[in-house]
């Protein structure tokens, strides 16, 4: 008890001593600290940003849903009838060719076409594989895997150019590399960029030998889309023509060789393993840009 007096006295006596009034380098008695102009307002003590304009001091994040899916390899032609219903006109890519040429295709779509989509995927014989939730802060990457990599091995793919190019790389992972940042609109958008990349994934947290490991990465730009999201905005990813060549880019990101297992209710057979296709739907759940 004696020693909880004690400590209440130094509170007390501290509290005191802060309350004096300063005095300034010259002696005379400075103004204190907790006096303020008259004409003061409430909006005066809003945060500023670094352009001098105000603005609110929220964390600017974007919430993402990465969902993966697979269809049955002899269900591919079905996915031409969800392309029919989606459109291209507000994603930019690096090189549209290139793209096409690496057997990427991807479509833009609102919350209101979203689940026309899941039926039509449903129809395909489309099964759940995973999705991810991910928050990225305003200038934030991540990272997200693919494919599994676990030796080192020749991954073909068509370049910026639209040449054919081969990338030595291994073990590791091809993954989404995934970057948001404030669009450069008037709304409040955000403006998305992915990207194929290989990394290793390290979880080394020395910064020195972490940033060693990124040498190693190989970015697939020509593979490459950005779109300015807001919330309801999805991104349909899916192969342009199947190919299940495990050393080619396309083959790695959208090919399954070994197959999943699938059940159709109205064949009445039980599941079946079957060589698939793996198709993304990447959506924007939120944003507070």
Same mark, same amino acid.
Request: glycine share 6%.
């Given at each position: ?38 004409? !003061? ?24 849903? +990465? ?7 002899? #269900? +591919? ?17 690096? #090189? ?5 040429? #690496? ?27 995973? %999705? ?16 599994? *990599? ?64 990124? *040498? ?11 779109? %300015?999201?807001?919330?309801?905005? +999805? ?7 199947? !190919?299940?060549?495990?050393?080619? *880019? ?5 090919? %399954? ?30 944003? #507070?840009?």
């Amino acid at each position: 008890m004696v020693r909880v007096i004690h400590i209440a006295v130094l509170i007390v006596f501290f509290i005191l001593l802060g309350s004096c009034t300063p005095r300034s380098d010259f002696g005379e008695l400075s103004r204190a600290d907790n006096t303020f102009p008259n004409d !003061i307002k409430i909006g005066d003590l809003a945060p500023v940003y670094p352009d001098g304009s105000p603005g609110n001091n929220l964390l600017k994040a974007i919430s993402i849903d +990465f969902h993966v899916l697979e269809i049955p390899e002899e #269900n +591919f032609s079905k996915l031409d009838e969800i392309r029919r219903t989606l459109n291209i006109r507000p994603i930019k890519f690096n #090189n549209y060719l290139a793209f096409s040429a #690496n057997s990427f295709s991807a479509y833009y779509g609102r919350n209101q076409t979203r689940s026309t989509v899941y039926d039509l995927l449903q129809i395909a014989g489309a099964k759940h594989v995973t %999705n991810q939730a991910i928050i990225l802060i305003d200038g934030e990457t991540t990272d997200i895997p693919i494919q599994q *990599l676990p030796q080192m091995q020749v991954v073909y793919f068509s370049n910026l150019s639209g040449d054919k190019e081969a990338a030595r790389v291994g073990p590791g992972y091809i993954t989404m590399h995934i970057s948001v940042k404030k669009a450069d609109t008037l709304d409040d958008a955000a403006s998305v960029a992915m990207f194929p990349l290989f990394t290793r994934m390290s979880a080394n947290t020395i910064s020195q030998y972490a940033q060693l490991e990124k *040498l190693h990465d190989f970015p697939f730009y020509s593979a490459a889309l950005q779109l %300015n999201m807001i919330p309801g905005d +999805f991104i349909f990813l899916a192969p342009e023509s199947h !190919i299940d060549d495990q050393t080619t *880019l396309s083959g790695l990101f959208f090919s %399954n060789p070994q197959g999943s297992m699938f059940f159709d209710p109205q064949d009445k057979k039980p599941p079946e393993r079957k060589p698939s296709v793996r198709i993304y739907v990447i959506t924007c759940l939120g944003l #507070n840009f």
